[in-house]
């Protein structure tokens, strides 16, 4: 086997695969050192392979997910334009040699010399019958695709085009195989991104009643996906009808047309500017989240976003658009104190107007307000329809209206609350 140390991937400095490929340089005769070494490799594959839900060639599933995360300057190149020209091409093709090898490697030798070490059960896992839900699927089915085509490969070079070929469809890095992220800034260290796991499986379906303030985000967004000019986006309006589920079924909807979203909260703003360099030259489209965003009088954060939002030098991120959600019309807390002359304050318009300023820096606002009666036994009906509740629909009626008089009043969130207790009765 052809022994060479990376330039680009840093595939071979994880753990698990140094180790792996330690072993398969290591053709002697049985050796009791190396058959535990060998056998903690094994472990360790399986675990990361049943907890990510793999099936099949565990090493070779392994392997894949290396070259879906390895962020290298090929990989990123691919990701804005495909297939590149010059010394990066030929860099990537040296790398992907070492690869194909060690991902192609035939482990019979293991199974004469170490006939005790369970190698099958590494070369042909078959993995319990459950479901997984969410981005635990999504991540799945992206590796083992990647980790298909590879094995179909008959050279270096094939694979290289299958691996570009992917870089250039899906992306690289946690961007490929995550829809969703919270920005991290561990005790000041710089920042990163954290993969939130298990998004929420809202449909803009499932939001009913909605329509034109749905109608009218998604219409943004979509001039947004396809490149033409869009909106930051501010939804306003009464708790518990559908503004933060209406971005969790925007991003559902259009998470395979490269839409991301990333989760900020107010502590974090001043981390604005470094989190849109992060995100500016990659090949996604990017949804800066904040939820449930207001400020009181004595919060200074909003000035942060009021710089990053059409205020600052930098030129704006064709890729980077913020959505906001809010309780509040005009998100920071005013009082009348604000526009009384008497106050210390000579220039008390200007106070009143920099508080106003930040809401018009929202090029949408979108305003979703409470059901009236007739619309709340709508949104009731509907759901009942899909979730096939057989109950007659005068008392389904009247049960729903007795449930919002002590859970909230009339809103969308209350029905899907009152609908899940039926569910839930009916056993």
């Given at each position: 086997?052809?022994?060479?140390?990376?330039?680009?991937?840093?595939?071979?400095?994880?753990?698990?695969?140094?180790?792996?490929?330690?072993?398969?340089?290591?053709?002697?005769?049985?050796?009791?050192?190396?058959?535990?070494?060998?056998?903690?490799?094994?472990?360790?594959?399986?675990?990361?392979?049943?907890?990510?839900?793999?099936?099949?060639?565990?090493?070779?599933?392994?392997?894949?997910?290396?070259?879906?995360?390895?962020?290298?300057?090929?990989?990123?190149?691919?990701?804005?334009?495909?297939?590149?020209?010059?010394?990066?091409?030929?860099?990537?093709?040296?790398?992907?040699?070492?690869?194909?090898?060690?991902?192609?490697?035939?482990?019979?030798?293991?199974?004469?010399?170490?006939?005790?070490?369970?190698?099958?059960?590494?070369?042909?896992?078959?993995?319990?019958?459950?479901v997984l839900t969410g981005n635990y699927k999504d991540v799945q089915q992206v590796?083992?695709?990647?980790?298909?085509?590879?094995?179909?490969?008959?050279?270096?070079?094939?694979?290289?085009?299958?691996?570009?070929?992917?870089?250039?469809?899906?992306?690289?890095?946690?961007?490929?195989?995550?829809?969703?992220?919270?920005?991290?800034?561990?005790?000041?260290?710089?920042?990163?991104?954290?993969?939130?796991?298990?998004?929420?499986?809202?449909?803009?379906?499932?939001?009913?009643?909605?329509?034109?303030?749905?109608?009218?985000?998604?219409?943004?967004?979509?001039?947004?996906?396809?490149?033409?000019?869009?909106?930051?986006?501010?939804?306003?309006?009464?708790?518990?009808?559908?503004?933060?589920?209406?971005?969790?079924?925007?991003?559902?909807?259009?998470?395979?047309?490269?839409?991301?979203?990333?989760?900020?909260?107010?502590?974090?703003?001043?981390?604005?500017?470094?989190?849109?360099?992060?995100?500016?030259?990659?090949?996604?489209?990017?949804?800066?989240?904040?939820?449930?965003?207001?400020?009181?009088?004595?919060?200074?954060?909003?000035?942060?976003?009021?710089?990053?939002?059409?205020?600052?030098?930098?030129?704006?991120?064709?890729?980077?658009?913020?959505?906001?959600?809010?309780?509040?019309?005009?998100?920071?807390?005013?009082?009348?104190?604000?526009?009384?002359?008497?106050?210390?304050?000579?220039?008390?318009?200007?106070?009143?107007?920099?508080?106003?300023?930040?809401?018009?820096?929202?090029?949408?606002?979108?305003?979703?307000?409470?059901?009236?009666?007739?619309?709340?036994?709508?949104?009731?009906?509907?759901?009942?329809?899909?979730?096939?509740?057989?109950?007659?629909?005068?008392?389904?009626?009247?049960?729903?209206?007795?449930?919002?008089?002590?859970?909230?009043?009339?809103?969308?969130?209350?029905?899907?609350?009152?609908?899940?207790?039926?569910?839930?009765?009916?056993?």
């Amino acid at each position: 086997m052809k022994i060479q140390k990376n330039l680009l991937y840093q595939v071979d400095e994880n753990q698990i695969v140094s180790e792996m490929i330690s072993c398969m340089n290591h053709r002697k005769a049985y050796e009791k050192e190396m058959e535990s070494r060998l056998q903690n490799v094994i472990g360790a594959l399986l675990r990361h392979g049943t907890s990510k839900g793999y099936s099949g060639n565990l090493w070779k599933c392994f392997l894949a997910e290396q070259i879906v995360m390895d962020t290298n300057p090929y990989a990123l190149a691919c990701e804005k334009k495909g297939e590149v020209t010059g010394t990066l091409n030929a860099v990537a093709l040296y790398d992907i040699e070492m690869i194909y090898s060690y991902f192609m490697y035939d482990f019979t030798y293991f199974s004469e010399v170490y006939p005790d070490l369970p190698i099958d059960l590494l070369c042909n896992f078959t993995k319990d019958e459950y479901v997984l839900t969410g981005n635990y699927k999504d991540v799945q089915q992206v590796v083992e695709t990647l980790c298909f085509e590879m094995q179909q490969t008959s050279s270096p070079k094939e694979m290289k085009e299958v691996i570009t070929a992917f870089y250039k469809k899906v992306g690289v890095g946690i961007f490929g195989l995550y829809k969703a992220f919270r920005l991290n800034d561990y005790e000041n260290k710089g920042i990163f991104l954290l993969p939130i796991q298990n998004v929420e499986t809202v449909q803009l379906d499932d939001l009913v009643g909605y329509e034109i303030a749905k109608n009218k985000l998604i219409a943004n967004t979509e001039a947004f996906i396809n490149g033409r000019p869009a909106n930051n986006c501010l939804l306003f309006g009464d708790a518990g009808t559908g503004k933060s589920s209406s971005v969790k079924g925007i991003l559902n909807a259009y998470f395979k047309d490269g839409l991301r979203i990333v989760e900020i909260y107010k502590h974090q703003f001043k981390h604005l500017n470094d989190l849109m360099e992060m995100l500016k030259d990659r090949n996604y489209r990017f949804i800066i989240y904040m939820d449930d965003l207001s400020f009181e009088d004595y919060e200074i954060e909003y000035k942060y976003l009021k710089g990053v939002i059409e205020g600052g030098l930098a030129c704006k991120a064709d890729n980077i658009l913020i959505y906001a959600t809010s309780n509040r019309r005009h998100l920071i807390r005013e009082n009348y104190s604000d526009k009384e002359e008497f106050r210390e304050d000579m220039h008390t318009t200007e106070t009143v107007q920099e508080k106003l300023s930040l809401v018009a820096r929202f090029g949408v606002s979108i305003f979703f307000c409470r059901p009236n009666r007739k619309e709340f036994a709508k949104i009731v009906t509907t759901l009942a329809k899909r979730y096939h509740i057989s109950m007659q629909e005068d008392k389904l009626l009247y049960e729903a209206n007795q449930w919002e008089l002590s859970h909230g009043g009339l809103s969308g969130r209350t029905a899907k609350q009152f609908i899940d207790y039926i569910r839930g009765e009916n056993k």
